[in-house]
């Protein structure tokens, strides 16, 4: 059929309707802005009442936006998100894991066991953590999660973990949650599919909170959810973004994945419930972790940690952030429990991944290539490197120490670390070595000497085990130390400081020491390092002849302890750098004074012990190789304070400071040196009011602009033009800052409230945390602030309960979490109390009742109360069914306002709900009153008048129980 | 775990930490050396104080107040403390001190409001005591982080120049001398006499002189010079103690830094017992004490 053209609408151009449609076009615009004017009475105030409450409204919903604002403490390179997926079994856990390893890695993992870390994105990693339905793990889990997916079978519909966890989240502090739907593919009807998402949509919202993301995963293709909605899931997990919680951010964690047993393998043999020393690996999250701090791991207990120290990273962000997506060598996949991480060094061996996924063990060689090391080696060479690795974690300080680092000078570093030690000792106790002098160094250096040749006799005796040529060749070398060890001595006593040699000659001493006591012990049992004293011994006298070889070399050792002892500017702390600058500069004007002053500071700064040591303990080697060649006639100086802190051990206890250097303030030059302190004085060139008044000029007046650049032209010369200009430069920069400066605080701050005010701060505050370490080593850095969260940290810890180490199952999360300075200590805490309105049973004093309360899992017994009107703590038999109390428990100090929940018991699953109560920590206060009404049972013995006297037997007779 | 110190020497200062740490310290040998073995009873009176406030006459309120003022803000419930005992004496920082110079650097640290204030009621000298001062802090959650690494210009210099049982111009001819010599730096100096009569006026009879200088970035550097106590030593003219009153305090400008030599040990503690933050602060050379 032909398409019939249709008549065009044709415009008026003229008549009245165009007259009209004109003259509504030109009061157009204007109609819509005189609204108001138009028709005064729709916008009038028709009720002040209610005027008042829409803009009480309207101000509620601004606020209500508002979050307090932290300071942005997230490192540069924050740890991993920590993806917890939980849900009841059968629901597709693993399934979900798997496919998101397989969306982001492009990698297969078939046997999901421990933390999973993938790199999700430029800027993102995932830690993907699958929690089997057991109310510990779900507990522990929820304290670290960041991220939880909670996978909900559909096709059953909600189930009790699901609410026991959120129940256990909610009082951990809420991480993000994101449900999913799984199993719908289960639904065959299209309208009993959508009606169930609904209601479980809007149950989860209930739940969790209005809008809560829901995530359908529609069914299955080949054993893996499609992939369209697992990439959809990933994006969203790759966007979310988190606020940091209030425990979280205060206490340092790790969540590990990776254990190692460090234990000696022959103390096992012996004693097969021996404790373990054991190396846990893992991201540090949460704030910064201190070293030598107390940990707690849910379900061992407290621990404090041996050594902390930080490794390269296994599964790094890629280096060079780049506009296109991640290439396939950037997507890395780092899962040591389960088997997976390529190749891995470290300090207690290497591990290559093999295609079979099992882990193989190299141990590592630590010793030089000798003859007699390669015997030893050919003997039993597994135990020689364990021991000796060993022996590297118990004495380092620092993560730095590579094995190469100990075969070239391991007693440097060892020598260097007891240096720390004493070093912080000191710090600690005002005088603790008075008594060395020359005469005891001596003589320990001969009972050293004897010391060790009764080593060398038992050594004889007890090395039967090993081959005859062994010790053979092992013999040898101590004979040629102990010739060695008289050189020694001039090296150190080169260095003419008798602080020096007392040091060295003690960390000698100390060594002579551990090695007679084990002697004493003669239990081969008990012994630190391997099954054999004679291989023990052979080890140290190795490690000393190489020292001993070091110190005929030259006396590098001498002088890089040394420097240690240097308390140069440069090492002190940046304050008093800072000081130091800042006097001179004052000074400067005045050549000679400044001169003199600064010779006094430097002579202050001698006598004044290194702040930065005493504070943060170790330096870090690298500083002091930089400072290697100061003069040595400061350490005389040094230990001047050491030798008058005894004499100062009982001075008077007065903050008040008489200065010594007196300056006569009659002259007038001494004058004139303080003069540029007061406003009088002279300015610096920035801050001068003239200079200021003039460049306001500049600014202001055009035609002063021409005079200044003449003023200038003339007073500089030829030659240093080019300075000139870069010094005008960077002036004109200065003012333009400071002319943005005040435009920005004209215009901005007009409408700035307390909030914008606040949230400027914290930007501030964030940005000079950010700065103030930016460059400074990772070595230096982690002396300074702890390690810091992002650091994939190993962290070793001294006796463990050996049942850790044997029924260890990575799929059981292994949470380290930090404690605060007296969370170590037990005491008596008072909190409020609410028995879970879905608990079928209310609780009884006095039952029992397990706790989960910051990083712990306790058993305590409550005891219940509630505050009656006139202030007093009434005891409660039961808890009420639908109302606060009060508790009081004897359990680890937790800070106030730290929420906890109750279970009656961990083991099984029971068909209710598991979770007994939840409450928060009120007070930790030693001395709390609960008060209980008894009845005493009595008989009157008298009357008088209108009073009878009655009398009450004991209190076992007349009712009452304690 | 208990941390072991020998001596009696930061006394204070360990007693004071370790209640912050809740960590016990055991300190042995106390004077094992001197004829008086042992606590002194200002120790003992020390030990007191953490629990509870009568301090004794042989160290001044000052000694008692510096711990206070470590503590005050991370107790429980907010401070009030009335403390009786000695207002000035030549050893240890003065009231008058501590409250010119810590509770500005308190304000610093974020510890303000209506209930931070030293208030001197009755000022009492050394050797008899009988002065008042009345404590007051606020708790705190947390501390601010601070960035004191301008000192500033000095700005104005103020004083207090206190005279009780003696005659009151003895204050005046103590604001003269010391105006002399500061004069010649800036005008604008005021010094308060401050002449206390009666019930307020202790037992002994003493004067002296505490002066601030106070820079346009807030810092106050602090001096003072007590008269030598009645019965001990050689009496001191005002002239002198003015003079040399005006000589410390030049001395503590020279010295620089944005805290005064007294309190570098409470900013440190409270820059340390902050948040995480980092804070800066610039100390002019440490005294022993810190």
Redesign the interface.
């Known amino acids: 059929m032909e398409k019939k053209e249709q008549k065009r609408h044709q415009h008026k151009h003229s008549g009245p309707k165009a007259q009209k449609k004109n003259r509504k076009k030109e009061q157009g615009t204007e109609q819509v802005q005189d609204e108001r004017k138009r028709n005064p009475r729709a916008f009038s105030v028709q009720s002040a009442v209610r005027m008042a409450k829409t803009f009480h409204r309207t101000q509620d919903i601004k606020t209500k936006k508002h979050h307090i604002p932290l300071?942005d403490?997230t490192p540069l390179e924050p740890p991993p998100v920590v993806v917890v997926v939980i849900g009841p079994p059968k629901v597709g856990k693993s399934t979900l894991i798997r496919c998101l390893i397989k969306n982001y890695t492009r990698q297969k993992l078939s046997d999901i066991c421990g933390p999973v870390t993938i790199v999700s994105g430029k800027k993102r990693r995932l830690t993907l953590i699958e929690c089997n339905n057991d109310i510990n793990s779900m507990i522990d889990l929820a304290k670290v999660a960041d991220l939880v997916l909670m996978l909900i079978d559909a096709s059953f519909g909600f189930e009790m973990e699901t609410f026991e966890f959120l129940n256990i989240c909610q009082v951990h502090g809420f991480p993000r949650v994101m449900g999913v739907l799984t199993h719908l593919d289960t639904f065959k009807n299209n309208k009993t599919l959508s009606k169930t998402k609904k209601r479980l949509k809007h149950r989860f919202w209930t739940e969790v909170y209005q809008g809560a993301k829901l995530f359908y995963l529609s069914g299955m293709v080949y054993g893996e959810y499609q992939t369209q909605e697992v990439k959809n899931l990933g994006r969203f997990i790759s966007v979310m973004k988190f606020r940091p919680l209030v425990w979280r951010t205060s206490h340092p964690y790790v969540v590990a994945d990776r254990m190692e047993d460090l234990t000696d393998p022959e103390a096992i043999r012996l004693n097969p419930k021996c404790d373990r020393t054991v190396s846990l690996y893992g991201y540090l999250r949460g704030?910064?972790l201190k070293n030598k701090c107390q940990v707690h791991i849910p379900g061992v207990g407290d621990f404090s940690v041996a050594d902390v120290s930080f490794l390269p990273d296994p599964c790094p962000l890629p280096e060079v952030i780049k506009k296109r997506a991640l290439n396939v060598k950037e997507r890395l996949l780092y899962a040591p429990l389960a088997g997976v991480g390529g190749l891995v060094y470290d300090k207690d061996a290497v591990y290559i991944d093999m295609p079979s996924g099992h882990k193989c063990l190299f141990q590592e060689e630590v010793r030089p290539t000798t003859e007699l090391v390669q015997s030893l080696i050919g003997t039993q060479a597994t135990l020689d490197a364990k021991m000796a690795a060993s022996k590297v974690s118990l004495f380092t300080g620092t993560a730095a120490l590579t094995p190469e680092e100990v075969k070239q000078n391991p007693m440097e570093s060892r020598e260097w670390d007891e240096n720390a030690q004493r070093e912080r000792r000191r710090a600690?106790?005002?005088?603790e070595d008075e008594k060395d002098d020359d005469e005891e160094e001596e003589s320990d250096e001969e009972e050293e000497e004897e010391e060790e040749d009764e080593e060398d006799e038992d050594e004889e005796g007890l090395t039967k085990k090993v081959d005859e040529k062994a010790v053979e060749t092992a013999a040898p070398p101590v004979k040629k130390q102990k010739i060695e060890e008289p050189m020694e001595m001039p090296a150190f006593a080169d260095s003419d400081d008798e602080l020096e040699k007392s040091e060295g000659e003690e960390s000698e001493e100390e060594e002579g020491d551990e090695e007679n006591e084990e002697m004493e012990e003669g239990e081969p049992a008990k012994r630190r390092s391997g099954p054999d004293s004679g291989l023990c011994s052979e080890e140290d006298d190795e490690d000393e002849e190489e020292d001993s070889d070091m110190d005929e070399d030259g006396d590098g050792i001498v002088k890089s302890k040394m420097s240690f002892k240097h308390p140069e500017e440069e090492k002190i702390d940046?304050?008093?750098a800072?000081?130091a600058y800042?006097?001179a500069g004052?000074l400067r004007w005045k050549e000679d004074l400044a001169q003199k002053a600064s010779e006094a500071?430097l002579r202050?700064q001698l006598a004044?012990p290194n702040?930065r040591k005493l504070v943060y303990g170790t330096v870090a080697e690298e500083e002091e190789d930089s400072n290697d060649e100061e003069e040595l006639g400061g350490l005389f100086k040094v230990s001047r304070p050491e030798r008058s802190k005894k004499v100062?051990?009982?001075?008077?206890?007065?903050?008040?400071?008489h200065?010594d250097s007196?300056?006569d303030?009659d002259q007038e030059e001494v004058?004139s040196?303080?003069?540029?302190?007061?406003?009088?004085?002279k300015?610096e060139e920035d801050k001068d009011a003239a200079t200021l008044l003039k460049e306001n000029d500049e600014l202001y007046g055009d035609f002063e602009d021409l005079e200044t650049g003449e003023v200038h032209k003339a007073k500089t010369g030829n030659k240093d033009k080019h300075y000139h200009v870069i010094f005008q430069k960077n002036k004109r920069l200065e003012k333009k800052r400071r002319l943005k400066e005040r435009f920005d605080a004209q215009y901005d701050d007009g409408d700035a409230t307390y909030f914008d005010d606040l949230k400027d701060e914290m930007q501030k505050?964030a940005e000079?945390?950010r700065q103030?370490f930016e460059d400074v080593d990772d070595e230096v850095r982690v002396q300074y602030e702890g390690f810091r969260p992002g650091m994939y940290v190993r962290v070793e810890i001294p006796a463990l309960p050996c049942e850790f180490v044997t029924n260890f199952d990575p799929h059981y999360p292994i949470v380290l979490g930090g404690l605060g300075?007296?969370e170590g200590?037990v005491g008596y805490l008072q909190m409020r109390l609410k028995k879970h309105r879905w608990h079928s049973r209310i609780l009884k004093t006095r039952d029992p009742l397990i706790l989960s309360l910051g990083w712990r899992r306790f058993q305590t017994i409550p005891l219940y109360y509630i505050e009656d009107h006139n202030g007093r703590h009434r005891l409660l038999k039961y808890t009420p069914e639908h109302m606060h109390c009060g508790a009081t428990i004897w359990g680890p100090i937790t800070p106030q306002g730290t929420g906890f929940l109750a279970v009656q018991t961990v083991g099984g699953i029971k068909a209710n709900f598991r979770i007994a109560a939840t409450g928060v920590v009120l007070d930790l206060d030693k001395s709390v009153t609960i008060v209980k009404k008894l009845k005493l049972i009595g008989y009157p013995y008298k009357i008088f008048k209108n009073t009878c006297f009655i009398q009450v037997g004991s209190p076992a007779e007349s009712g009452v129980s304690p | 775990k208990i941390?072991?110190?020998?001596?009696?020497?930061?006394?204070?200062q360990r007693l004071v930490l370790s209640t912050l740490?809740?960590?016990r310290v055991k300190i042995p040998?106390?004077?094992?050396?001197?004829d008086n073995l042992g606590l002194r009873d200002f120790?003992v009176s020390f030990i007191r104080l953490l629990d509870k406030h009568e301090c004794n006459v042989q160290r001044s309120i000052g000694?008692y107040l510096?711990a206070l003022l470590m503590l005050a803000p991370f107790v429980k419930t907010p401070l009030r403390a009335a403390l009786k005992g000695v207002t000035n004496d030549p050893?240890?920082?003065s009231v008058d001190l501590l409250k010119v110079t810590a509770i500005p650097l308190m304000k610093k640290f974020g510890i303000d409001g209506d209930g931070l204030e030293i208030k001197v009621l009755k000022r009492g000298m050394a050797p008899a005591g009988g002065g008042e001062v009345l404590f007051t802090c606020p708790v705190r959650r947390s501390m601010k982080?601070v960035?004191l690494?301008e000192?500033g210009?000095?700005?104005r210099i103020r004083g207090t120049a206190f005279s009780v049982r003696v005659s009151p111009q003895m204050a005046n001819r103590i604001v003269d001398s010391a105006r002399s010599?500061l004069n010649?730096?800036?005008?604008d100096i005021y010094i308060y006499t401050d002449h206390m009569k009666g019930a307020s006026s202790g037992k002994s009879p003493g004067f002296g002189l505490t002066l601030v200088a106070e820079t346009?970035n807030g810092t106050f550097l602090g001096a003072e010079v007590m008269s030598t106590p009645q019965g001990q030593g050689d009496p001191v003219l005002p002239e002198d103690l003015g003079r040399n009153c005006?000589?410390?305090l030049?001395?503590?400008?020279?010295?620089?830094?944005c805290v005064d030599?007294?309190n570098q040990?409470l900013a440190l503690l409270y820059m340390t017992l902050g948040?995480?933050?980092?804070s800066?602060?610039?100390?002019?050379?440490?005294?022993?004490?810190t």
């Not at chain 1, 600690?428 to 005088?431: I, L, M, Q, R």
């Not at chain 2, 010649?184 to 005008?187: A, C, L, S, T």
């Not at chain 2, 800066?280 to 004490?289: A, D, F």
Request: glycine share 4%; hydrophobic share 30%.
């Open positions: 300071v403490r704030t910064f600690v106790f005002a005088d940046t304050e008093d800072e000081m800042e006097t004052a500071y202050h004044a702040l100062r051990a009982d001075a008077m206890d007065c903050s008040r400071f200065p007196s300056h303030w004058r040196s303080i003069r540029d302190c007061f406003v009088t004085g300015w505050q000079l945390n103030e300075p007296s200590n | 941390l072991t110190f020998e001596g009696c020497s930061c006394f204070r740490s809740v960590k040998n106390i004077r094992s050396k001197d120790e000694y510096e050893t240890d920082p982080p960035q690494t000192p210009k000095i700005k010599i010649k730096f800036i005008p346009v005006a000589k410390l030049l001395e503590e400008i020279y010295r620089g830094g030599s007294t040990s948040q995480q933050d980092v800066k602060s610039l100390l002019g050379p440490l005294s022993p004490y």
